[in-house]
C-alpha cells in the first residue's frame, strides 16, 4: 500500500491508532503526521529530524 501511494498510484489513505488519535498520512513525496499534544509532536520532530523538509518554511 504505501509504495502505491508513494508511486501515486492511489491516494487519499489514512493511518490511525484505534481510538483516532494520531493520524498518518503518507502521499507521493512525504506524509502528514497528526498526533496529540506538542510535545509528542515535538518528540516526533527530534527523533527523526532527517525526515523533515530543508525549505525555510519548513514546507
Known sequence: MLR???DDKVGGILISDTG???VHHPYDGGADV???TSEERDRMRD???DWLSRHPSGL
Do not use: G, Q, S, Y
Open 4 to 6: 502505491n501511494i508513494a
Open 20 to 22: 483516532m488519535r494520531r
Open 34 to 36: 497528526f498526533l496529540t
Open 47 to 49: 527523533r527523526h529530524a
